[in-house]
């Protein structure tokens, strides 16, 4: 099974801070990768697919980009409304496992 | 309104066994592979199973069956031999084709005690 790895577990910013968030995967999967973001109680939320298309109305200051093994999400100039936990998640063959995920909390 | 709504969650004993059900709506349900996901409290996203539009399922968990029926634009999820460690909120999740998890319901809560 892919195993995905997210760096760090938390992280303590700021608004207007830029943020990124790593995840490696234990073995490649091309670009077959999403981010999510979930806040308490809520479900997750889909923001970039395929490592770094945008998802239809997330705001553009979320970005995504790698290939392989290695990916990064980042938030240029974090809102209050982006203090949330971001997961994750490989879709290559027939597993779609997540990240463990990364709480991003105000500093 | 494109919309996933579960339900069938509660408390059960330990051994026992439940079925959830997902209802789907706004969208052509059996073009689209189906997934459930759980998350135990405090914890992070745990991908259980998939079912393809034509009915073929995986799972990763040996105690928990997905079955769908396109025509009633329904997934379910039986879970046997629950134990305390099942205690989650089980989300079911949309798949777009060869993508990600593109809308989620907004999950119910299962909890094994006695």
């Known amino acids: 099974d892919i195993q995905m790895t997210q760096s760090p577990s938390t992280l303590s910013a700021s608004v207007g801070d830029r943020v990124t968030i790593t995840c490696r995967a234990s073995?490649?999967?091309?670009?077959?990768l999403a981010w999510y973001q979930q806040k308490p109680g809520k479900a997750p939320k889909l923001l970039i697919y395929?490592?770094?298309s945008l998802e239809s109305g997330v705001p553009s200051r979320f970005s995504g980009s790698g290939s392989g093994t290695e990916f990064t999400l980042t938030i240029s100039g974090l809102q209050p409304d982006d203090f949330a936990t971001y997961y994750c998640?490989?879709?290559?063959?027939?597993?779609?496992?997540f990240g463990q995920g990364t709480r991003v909390e105000i500093k | 309104e494109v919309q996933l709504v579960e339900s069938g969650g509660g408390l059960v004993q330990p051994g026992g066994s439940l079925r959830l059900s997902c209802a789907a709506s706004g969208f052509t349900f059996g073009s689209y592979e189906m997934n459930w996901v759980r998350q135990a409290p405090g914890k992070g996203l745990e991908w259980l199973s998939y079912?393809?539009?034509?009915g073929n399922a995986d799972s990763v968990k040996g105690r928990l069956t997905i079955s769908r029926d396109n025509a009633k634009n329904s997934l379910s999820l039986q879970m046997n031999s629950l134990r305390a460690e099942d205690t989650a909120v089980y989300y079911c999740?949309?798949?777009?084709?060869?993508?990600?998890?593109?809308?989620w319901g907004q999950g119910t809560m299962v909890t094994v005690s006695s």
């Open positions: 395929k490592a770094s």
């Open positions: 073995q490649t999967i091309s670009t077959w």
């Open positions: 998640q490989q879709y290559n063959g027939y597993s779609r496992t």
């Open positions: 079912i393809s539009s034509g």
């Open positions: 999740a949309r798949r777009v084709l060869d993508g990600p998890f593109d809308i």
